[in-house]
């Protein structure tokens, strides 16, 4: 990290949701880090939860959680993804955390019978959280949640505003990521509700150094400079985004702008020719068409929103483009197994591999069980991630003949647990943050093939669960057909299961799609494509 004041590139978003604030920002800190600065990036939510652990995940997508354990926005996904580096909490900053400890300190009377108020007490403590979490950093880049115009992110668009007076406006960049409509009837890119969104953000005090114009298709020449004369914004600060075929395009994309230099020109940071070649590798193998196809059946619960298993699905591709094969990934509802487990083989014997990914809630849970049992009994290659661990070895325990195993979300009186509640959550009141979270350490057994597959016997992953496998009846897996290939060395929690007999059959407690990486992927996924080939 540099000794030197930190430079911040503030990433805000206009017209409507959804359009890639996060890719954006992911890519500007991929672009400065390939010119040799250290880079952080933060998300700033206006949600009122004080973490990302309880947002519905069919309408806000995953929570990634990071190596110490926080619980955040899916967008620290694309973070880490895109530059490659393990991010803390600090990187995920929501309304309620910032509101909680704000009124903790109140009550502790801590403002000494000072008005408590939006300005200046809340703009500044958040400006005091992003400032905390640039500290040691060459740039700080924070992404604003939501659109501008919202009521919710009012505080934080006033708090970056204030934050650049108090740095200095020299070591910032504001960045507003905004929409271009394109209509069919007169053949144009419409720019108006892009200018209208600029006015909006100078009426709040914050005049944009730089526009990303995202569209559908290309947008034209013309379009630039119409922004560009109505918006005050010059055009060598104005970068068009179409819709790429990969979102690992985008780097690349925004370096034939020249946006990252217009950003280190503005800061008057010193850097090296950019670095690309890898990450031009990464891209031509996640665009490129392959001779071979596999076909995966994705049993699922939450089918609202592809969003809700991003990592998942980001590690399969990436494990698929790096063995050369394209890989089908069918979306199967697991509820629809859950009153008919018999029409479980029927669906998945169409699939050559299935994965089973974690979640909540008995909801779909017999589907899953049902999924891993024919994937036991097919020999048709599984890998389970969390809850497609648990439900793996419920499925193993049936198959062996106990036909009333089950878990603790399905009958928490059972008196056949093989899935049970943690020691330590039994007495948890609260459901926020109370999970086994983050980085834990995971001993292999040799001659296994986790150990074939990570080539090591000492691994660290990360988790997020409440539920663990029943230590009593972990001298019976041999009867069942599996084996506790991994377990935490301090606590003996089974972390890593698999199946004797079977040409791949794996799954492991904690969440291996955190770690994986576009140009490195993970070794479960890549073992699974492998076995698919």
Not at 72 to 77: A, E, I, V
């Amino acid at each position: 990290m540099s000794s030197k004041a930190t430079k911040y590139v503030f990433v805000t978003g206009g017209v409507l949701s959804g359009l890639g604030k996060g890719i954006t920002a992911a890519s500007i800190g991929k672009l400065l880090k390939a010119r040799g600065l250290s880079v952080n990036l933060q998300k700033c939510d206006p949600y009122l939860n004080v973490d990302a652990g309880l947002l519905n995940p069919r309408e806000h997508g995953e929570c990634f959680v990071t190596k110490d354990g926080a619980e955040t926005d899916l967008d620290l996904g694309h973070y880490e993804r895109f530059i490659d580096e393990e991010l803390t909490g600090s990187s995920s900053l929501m309304s309620g955390r910032v509101l909680l400890k704000l009124i903790q300190d109140e009550r502790a009377g801590k403002f000494e019978g000072e008005d408590v108020q939006i300005i200046p007490h809340l703009t500044g403590s958040i400006a005091d959280w992003i400032t905390e979490a640039g500290k040691g950093f060459d740039v700080h880049i924070v992404e604003i949640g939501g659109t501008v115009g919202d009521y919710e992110s009012l505080s934080f668009v006033e708090a970056i505003r204030e934050l650049g007076l108090r740095v200095g406006l020299e070591n910032c960049v504001y960045v507003h990521v905004v929409y271009l409509p394109y209509l069919g009837a007169s053949n144009e890119t419409k720019t108006k509700p892009a200018q209208n969104s600029v006015r909006e953000l100078r009426g709040l005090g914050i005049a944009p150094d730089i526009l990303v114009g995202r569209s559908e298709n290309h947008a034209s020449q013309a379009a630039k400079e119409k922004l560009s004369l109505f918006s005050g914004v010059a055009e060598s600060s104005i970068a068009l985004l179409p819709n790429a075929k990969s979102i690992y395009e985008v780097p690349l994309t925004l370096e034939d702008t020249g946006i990252a230099d217009v950003i280190t020109k503005k800061l008057k940071l010193k850097t090296s020719k950019p670095h690309l070649d890898d990450w031009r590798q990464v891209v031509e193998k996640a665009t490129s068409t392959y001779g071979k196809t596999i076909s995966v059946a994705f049993v699922a619960k939450y089918m609202d929103n592809s969003d809700t298993y991003m990592s998942v699905l980001e590690a399969l591709r990436a494990a698929a483009w790096h063995k050369n094969v394209n890989v089908d990934i069918t979306w199967i509802d697991a509820t629809e197994f859950d009153e008919n487990p018999k029409n479980t083989a029927k669906e998945l014997e169409k699939y050559e591999g299935i994965l089973v990914p974690g979640g909540f809630g008995k909801r779909g849970l017999e589907g899953k069980i049902a999924s891993a049992a024919y994937a036991l009994n097919s020999k048709k290659p599984y890998l389970g991630l969390c809850l497609g661990m648990q439900v793996a070895v419920v499925a193993a325990a049936r198959n062996a003949g106990i036909k009333s195993a089950t878990t603790f979300e399905l009958n928490p009186e059972s008196k056949e647990l093989v899935i049970n509640t943690m020691s330590d959550q039994s007495d948890k009141l609260n459901t926020g943050g109370t999970m086994r979270l983050g980085n834990y350490d995971c001993q292999i057994e040799k001659d296994t093939l986790a150990a074939k597959l990570y080539k090591s016997t000492k691994i660290v992953e990360r988790h997020r669960h409440r539920g663990e496998c029943n230590n009593k009846y972990k001298a019976e897996f041999k009867k069942w057909g599996i084996v506790a290939s991994g377990t935490n060395p301090e606590n003996n929690l089974v972390e890593i299961i698999e199946a004797e007999n079977h040409p791949f059959f794996i799954a492991c407690q904690f969440h291996p799609e955190f770690r994986s990486r576009p140009n490195r992927p993970h070794p479960l996924f890549s073992g699974f494509v492998e076995s698919l080939l």
